[in-house]
Every structure is written in structure tokens, then in C-alpha cells.
């Protein structure tokens, strides 16, 4: 699904991850701790920008990708070249050209009547309409690599450094692999609950992850520091209300959670014979239900353990909780859970409407809140006593429906909608708060591959980006 990372995805456990973005050059944020993504955002994929816009160049006669972000540049197109110092070394640049601001130039020149050369403006306007961007790349080992990328050259505003590797030597028989990501970013990109753009002077983390499989047991812990006053993204919104939860300070995390599959039906036989589907993870017709159930638990130093005190959901819950003001510490654990329900009719093999695919997400995001509500309703009909409205919206999940269907060939449109449960409005009981539109290009030749163009009217983002091995 076109998903929008809440802090449950894909088996990783109650978490905030990195996601992909058209606000800025390098094409990625990461969520305000403790806030849910707008639906705009897709989860970021396993390979960098650069990497997706020179693979797009390269075999998918793409030699100018475009983007759009209402709070950003605009309308812009990217090019990347990629060059091989040596086996292990890539180094890489990066252009971006503002197609709004080279438009709003040339209308410009037109209409100045005085007989100006243009060939010596052309470096000025040059400057104002494209930014730059370099970054490298050493594969240390085969699974340690390190990544420094710098944005917005003639500024010199933006860049970022990332160390992963992947460790093998804590084998165990639940946790086979684990990521280790360290990572620091000048500034640090952030996105809120409502679609706002933040950028902390500087970011710090580090991160270990279990890479999980279907089914099974996961874990994820991490350390954040950020340092200095956020401030709202350039030509973003113009709010007062920062998030709490990016203020100075350093931040502890850790989730543990269960993740089972179970198949009602699956259908492998009447596939035809010798031909390839257009994606191999889309290929068997069938029901299925996936449900994840876990714990997180936090701990705040400095000033973003503010959080805490602030009246919000938080405060409705039946969770651990403990702030003190005065040593600016504040602690937090709770339960969580996730429900999915996917079916799926056709081989994605024929040419024209083979594959429809219907998929609903029910998220509890906070546990405590939903068993303090179920035992409240359940009292309630055991002495016939008539339930409050604001009960029901305790157990009401989060619930996301997403639609797929081929068009043709390894083509298909895929549609995804929040949908929003509130009994305080009788006239509104359910309505759609969001949805995100998407086509979807599959590459046959790399087995579960694709190239998504998405976009969200509510938001005014639109993106072209690749994905490996999802569906």
C-alpha cells in the first residue's frame, strides 16, 4: 500500500520510519516522535534517491524525473549522475530544476522590454533555478556501507551522513538478522500530524532493528538527539505551534512485537504455463489476515520530555506515564496493536484486469486506551446503561482501505483512504479524511519491482519513486 508510516509498518513494531518526500532534495523525513504520517507519504525504500533517479535514467528512458510540493520548490525534475570511482566508491551529483521559478524568469524577460543579453544573466538565473546537490558512497564490507551526502550547494545548508551495517554475529533462532544504523543530519527533517515540515538544527541517531520475516518476533531501539531550536520548513506553513516532542534533548525507545499470518485461502494452480507474472509477490489469488500486537516504551531527557505534561491522548490512557519538570526526564510504555485484512483475485499475468487486490488496516495505537474502553462498553451492557460517545471513540482504531486494480499490462491504478469512525458526529459518522492515487509500473524483468507515481490532492504532494520487493 501507498502507506502512510504510522508507528506500525510491516512488522517493525510500534516505530517512526524514514519515509520519501518531494519537499526537498534529498527526498526524505522522518515523523514527529509520537505522530502519525499524513497519507501523502510513502514508506521510504531500501535504496537511496540517487540510486532510484539513476536507475530511472538508465532503464527507464527517464532522464528528467519530476515532483511536486505545494509546501516546497514546487514543480521540479531531477537528474542524477552516478560515477564509479572504484569498485566499492560511487560519488554522485545531483541537480534539481525549479520548473515554477524558470517559468516565472522567462515570463520575466519577455515582458522587460529593455534589450538585456541574456547570456549575461544566464549564470544568475541558472543559480536561482537549480540547486545542487553531491554525495558518495563506500561499501566498507559487503554489509557495511558509508553514505555523506551534501544538499543545496549554494547554501550549504543541508547534508547528511549515514552509517549501516548488517550484523550477522548476534545469531540467534528469533532474531536471524539486525540492522545497525547510525545516522546525523544538518538539519534534520521532521513532518507532523498535519502534514507541516520541521527542520531541527541537528539530528542524531542510532538505531538496531531485527529484519523480520511473515511471521514472527521483532524489536527495534533507538537513541535521538537533537540539538538546537526547530523551526518551520522554508515555504512551509506558517505556525506557532512547534512540536514538543522536537525540542533539545535525548530521546530512548524501544518495541518489542509478535507479527502472525495466517491464509484463509490461497490459490496456486491456473496460472498459465511459461509466462512470467508482472510482479512474482502478486501472483496467487487469496484471503488473508495479518496481526501484530507489541509494546514500546520511551524515555526523555531535556526539553522534548515536555511532552508528556501536554493534555493530549496521552493523558486519556490507562499507560505508564511519569514526567518531572524539574530534572526534565519523562518515561512512557504502552501497548499497541494492528490488524490487516488483504484479498486478492487474478495472476497479474494476462494482459488487461488480472489483478484486484482490496486491502483494510485497523491500527490500536494505544493499547491501554482501547482495553480501558472495552472493559467501560462491557460494564456498561452488562448494567444496561447507556454507553458515552466518547467510549466509542476510545476503540475506535485508525482504519486505512486501499485499492488496487490493473489497467493493462504490467500497469495498475491503486487508490488509498484514511477512513475516520467518530460517533460525536452523527451527520458525518464515517467519512474519508484522506486519499492518495497512484499508477503503478511493474517490472517484470526484476521479478517485485515498481515504479509508483503518487498523489495527494489533500496535501498537494506528487512523487515518482522506486520499490523493491513490496506489495
Sequence with gaps: MLRRMRWMADGDGRWELDVETPATMEGAARPVPGDPLPLGLSRGPRVTRTKQLDFLHRFMASPLVPSFSASG???????????????NWSFTILEQLHVQKLIAVVKEKLSNRQEVSWSNDIKKQ???????????????????????ELYNLKKGDRG???????????????FPHQNIT????????????????????LSLSADLTSVGSKSGLSYHVLLQQNSGEPKCFSGGEETSDVPVALLPGLCAKAAVSIKKSIDIWRKKEDKLKNVQPYDVFLSDPHVSFTGIIGAVASGSFGDCSKRMSVQNEIQKTNAFKYFDERNKFAAFADLFASVNFTAQQGNFQRLFLDLTRVSARLDISS?????????????????SRRPELEIFCDVCPD???????????PFSFRVESSVAIDPKKQDNF??????????????????????????????????VELRFFET
Design 430 to 463: 464515517v467519512r474519508v479524511d484522506d486519499s492518495v492515487f497512484a499508477i503503478d509500473w511493474a517490472l517484470k524483468v526484476l521479478g517485485s519491482a515498481k515504479a509508483t507515481a503518487w498523489y495527494s490532492p489533500k496535501h498537494q504532494e506528487a512523487m
Design 160 to 174: 547528511k551522513a549515514i552509517f549501516r551495517h548488517k550484523a550477522n554475529y548476534l545469531d540467534t533462532f528469533y
Design 182 to 201: 547510525l545516522e546525523a543530519s544538518w538539519p534534520g527533517l521532521f513532518i507532523d500530524k498535519n502534514g507541516v515540515y520541521w527542520d531541527v538544527p
Design 126 to 148: 541558472l543559480h536561482d533555478v537549480m540547486s545542487l546537490g553531491v554525495g558518495t558512497e563506500l561499501l566498507i564490507t559487503p554489509d557495511t556501507t558509508l553514505l555523506l
Design 367 to 383: 493499547g491501554s486506551l482501547f482495553l480501558r474502553g472495552a472493559s467501560q462498553l462491557a460494564q456498561d451492557f452488562f448494567f
Design 399 to 409: 482504519v486505512i482501505v486501499s485499492l488496487q486494480q490493473q489497467i493493462v499490462g
Design 73 to 87: 520548490a514546487g514543480l521540479s525534475v531531477h537528474h542524477a549522475h552516478l560515477v564509479h570511482l572504484a569498485h
